[in-house]
C-alpha cells in the first residue's frame, strides 16, 4: 500500500488527531509535492465514501457526514488550508416551488463546489415531493441569508453568499432532479470526483421544489476553492 492509500484508508478510520498528525509528517517529508498529495487523497477518500451504506434516516445521514468531512478538512488543513470545507443548514421549512430552499452564490472573483446534499422529509402523511438544483444566473433575489458553519474552526469565514427563500429566475435545464416521499423519506446525494456541481465568479446554484410544498430540513455541504 503506498502513502496516498494509506492515508486515505486512515482517513476514514484512525482517530482525527491521529489522522491529523499523519498528514503533517507526510507534509514534512514531501514538501515539494504537497498538493499533489493532497488532491490524491481527497480524491481517493471520497471514492471510498461514496460507497458507504445510505442511511435510513436524516439523522443518520447527517452523523456519517459530518464524520467524514470533518476528517477530509484535515487533508484541507494540513495541506491546502485555502479549499476549506463548510455546511448550511435550512430546519424545518416548507418546500415552495417559487423560492429556494437552499442557495449558493460564489464571490465575484470566487468558485466554490457542492459535495452532498442531505434532505430528511417531516412530512405528517405520504407526500412525494421534487427538488430542482438549478442554475440561477449570477445574482439573487429575496435571499435571507445563512452563515456557513466551518468543519474547522480555524478556517476563514466563506467568501460567497449562501442563503435560502432567493426568487431569482432559474436558467437552463436542472443539473439534478431528486424525488422523494416527505414522509419520513430521506435524500443523500453525493458528488464522485469530477461529477461536483461548480458555481464561479458570483454564479448561482438553487435548490428549489419543482413539485410539491412538505416540510423539510435540509443540508448542503461545500468547498470553497
Known amino acids: 500500500m503506498n502513502l496516498v ?4 484508508c486512515d482517513g476514514m478510520s484512525v482517530p482525527i488527531p491521529a489522522f491529523l498528525g499523519d498528514l503533517q509528517s507526510a507534509k ?6 504537497a498538493l499533489s498529495l493532497s ?3 481527497k480524491i481517493l477518500m471520497r471514492k ?3 460507497r458507504v451504506p445510505t442511511r435510513d434516516s436524516f ?3 447527517l452523523s456519517v457526514a459530518r464524520g467524514f468531512w470533518t476528517r477530509y478538512e484535515c487533508v484541507n488543513r494540513a495541506f491546502d488550508p485555502d479549499d476549506p470545507v463548510y455546511s448550511i443548514v435550512n430546519a424545518g421549512t416548507a418546500l415552495s416551488t417559487s423560492a429556494d430552499n437552499l442557495t449558493f452564490e460564489a464571490a465575484s472573483a470566487g468558485q466554490g463546489r457542492i459535495l452532498e446534499l442531505i434532505i430528511g422529509g417531516e412530512a405528517t402523511a405520504s407526500a412525494v ?3 430542482a438544483v ?3 444566473g449570477t ?8 452563515t456557513p458553519e466551518k468543519f474547522n474552526s480555524r478556517s476563514a469565514a466563506a467568501a460567497g453568499t449562501y442563503g435560502k427563500a432567493g426568487t431569482q429566475a432559474l436558467v437552463g435545464n436542472p443539473m439534478l432532479s431528486l424525488a422523494f416521499n416527505a414522509f419520513g423519506g430521506v435524500i443523500r446525494w453525493v458528488a464522485a470526483p469530477g461529477e461536483e456541481m461548480y458555481y464561479v465568479n458570483s454564479e448561482v446554484i438553487s435548490i428549489r421544489s419543482a413539485s410539491g410544498t412538505s416540510l423539510v430540513s435540509s443540508t448542503g455541504i461545500f468547498e470553497e476553492l
Open 39 to 41: 488532491e490524491e487523497i
Open 129 to 131: 415531493n421534487r427538488l
Open 139 to 146: 445574482s439573487i433575489t429575496g435571499n435571507t441569508a445563512i
Open 134 to 136: 438549478q442554475r440561477a
Open 28 to 33: 514534512s517529508r514531501n514538501p515539494a509535492f
Open 48 to 50: 471510498q465514501y461514496l
Open 5 to 8: 492509500q494509506r492515508l486515505a
Open 59 to 61: 439523522k443518520g445521514c
